[in-house]
């Protein structure tokens, strides 16, 4: 990621994602007030690191009954969303892509996958999970249309690469890749990837290590 | 992660397991050495970074021909893989269960999903992608005649919370979340928690950032 000044770090980024969804959950079952450290005992963290992550973003208040639920998810909301709609696509309808559509819940609808790509003939001209499949020939013109700015690569790990040129002139701002490929793409692409096998591979080193302490 | 003396961090244990499927896919292709600003060039990251990484495992060579692909594939595994195959279970086997059962290309043989768990009547006693499929009944009993260590966790979200006594008295060491529900497990336990919601929502937040430092 760009280190860029006044851009909060990306792991604090990641809790507030993960803050809003559990405060959304309370704020479902009427609970109206929440104390930093029940928050933090929900996400195995400390109440420190809470309010940190809360200052950080400029969040204070008064604590005796723990901060307002709904008054902290708009605050969280005011940063972490745009002020527009921002429109994803997936690239990849096979097993991921489709499990990407089911799990991605946008709370706000200020975060959307809009449209999918693939070039099964089973698939393109469907509509999948209320998401609309098109061929990538379509890709350019469609992304465009539908002003999207993100994409979720789920293809194949070896047709990843190809995807690489008409992501970028397709003018996508954003990537979530989790093929085992990494994809380069120009500075000023924000780039996340994310390999199934890397993470298996990292908990099983971890493990190992916890082990052979013991 | 537990912060242990001589444990090597986790982004570097990440870009070693890259590396290491980046050098497989050489060797396959008959590439016998590499630069390290190659290295560093297919994972858009810095050749001193690379170089960073290895001097940490206590890996030096000669430059003159770059790095000896087998050898230092070797090296690596040796730092990342247990000397003992670790087994793995996918625990959940919808579309996110069935995408990673696919994905997930145990290189060495010495990590291997070896088992999967569901409810759905349709997938029990089935074989999926060569990977048997049990009931959740049999959970404790199936980890324990399998020798698995690690869980993967595709289940549903609104089920996974139900999934975290089991796991711990099954005996499991570590724990790879894909739901949007945070998992705690007892200090000891390895987790990795992995949302794709946040992932994307990251995603999003510094896109939006960078088009408003434009």
């Given at each position: 990621m760009a280190n860029l000044t006044n851009i909060i770090p990306e792991k604090t980024i990641e809790r507030l994602s993960e803050?809003?969804?559990?405060l959304l959950a309370c704020?479902?079952?009427?609970?109206?007030?929440?104390?930093?450290?029940?928050?933090?005992?929900?996400?195995?963290?400390?109440?420190?690191?809470?309010?940190?992550?809360?200052?950080?973003?400029?969040?204070?208040?008064?604590?005796?009954?723990?901060?307002?639920?709904?008054?902290?998810?708009?605050?969280?909301?005011?940063?972490?969303?745009s002020p527009t709609p921002m429109h994803v696509a997936v690239v990849g309808m096979g097993h991921l892509g489709q499990a990407i559509t089911k799990y991605f819940n946008s709370?706000?609808?200020?975060?959307?996958?809009?449209?999918?790509?693939?070039?099964?003939?089973?698939k393109v001209g469907r509509t999948m999970d209320g998401i609309p499949v098109?061929?990538?020939?379509?890709?350019?013109?469609?992304?465009?249309?539908?002003?999207?700015?993100?994409?979720?690569?789920?293809?194949?790990?070896s047709v990843a690469p190809q995807l690489v040129l008409p992501i970028i002139?397709?003018?996508?701002?954003?990537?979530?890749?989790?093929?085992?490929?990494?994809?380069n793409f120009p500075q000023g692409i924000i780039v996340e990837n994310y390999d199934i096998t890397t993470l298996l591979e990292k908990v099983a080193y971890f493990v190992k290590e916890g082990d052979s302490n013991n």
């Open positions: 803050y809003r969804r559990t704020h479902k079952q009427g609970i109206t007030h929440i104390f930093s450290h029940v928050l933090a005992g929900i996400h195995g963290i400390t109440a420190v690191q809470v309010r940190r992550d809360l200052m950080l973003i400029g969040f204070s208040s008064d604590t005796k009954k723990g901060y307002d639920v709904q008054v902290l998810i708009d605050y969280i909301s005011n940063i972490l969303d709370k706000g609808l200020k975060l959307r996958i809009t449209a999918a790509f693939d070039v099964d003939p089973e098109y061929h990538m020939d379509k890709f350019e013109t469609t992304v465009e249309e539908n002003d999207i700015s993100i994409v979720i690569v789920s293809s194949p790990t002139n397709a003018g996508i701002r954003g990537v979530l890749n989790f093929t085992s490929t990494p994809l």
